[in-house]
């Protein structure tokens, strides 16, 4: 399945050569987290070593939240074949009134595949940097609410990570306090307003550190 496997030599090879922290991220969405996630990427290389980061895009049937848990499924399966593992694998989607999601977060979870989870869309996260929001919310509404704070804000949009920076310690505060005031919910993980991507951007800060 995909690649062959490396040879013994080469893996021996890269392994002396970069052995660098392994990351993959597949996304849902073909642009919004690609496009941040990047941003994330080349803020860090200009002050640090980077680990190997792969984002792969949604594309075709990963736009499906079981088919990406399933896509990036194999890929784990074939970096521990060839003996070069991930150190982390996350799967990034989000609600958008999809069927199905909570066999995609469990298929997920008992594969040891993490998930940055938002409902009802990625924008939430966007959003947090500037305002509270407590209220249960639907998509097309949270972006009209994010474009008083980035007008003309599109999906497609470069540059939010480096714009968003500043305030990333308070879009992660109200992040964890949405966890919180969803606790009494059977998954307050999946609730509407609710984003894990706060935990993705911890444990990526967290493996570029190893990479010191």
Partial sequence: MGTNPLSRRRRKSIKKINPRPRILIACEGTKTEPNYLRGFQQQQKRRRPSPLFEIVPGKGRRTDPCNLVRFALDKKKESERERLPYDATWCVFDYDNRPKIDIAIQLAESNGIKIAFSNPCFELWYLLHFDEQHAEIEGKQLVRKLKTYIPGYKKSMNGLYERLLPQMS???????????????AKRPEVSNPSTTVYSLMEDLTRLYDKAL
């Fill in 170 to 184: 308070d879009a992660d505060g109200r992040a964890r306090n949405l966890q919180v005031l969803h606790i009494s």
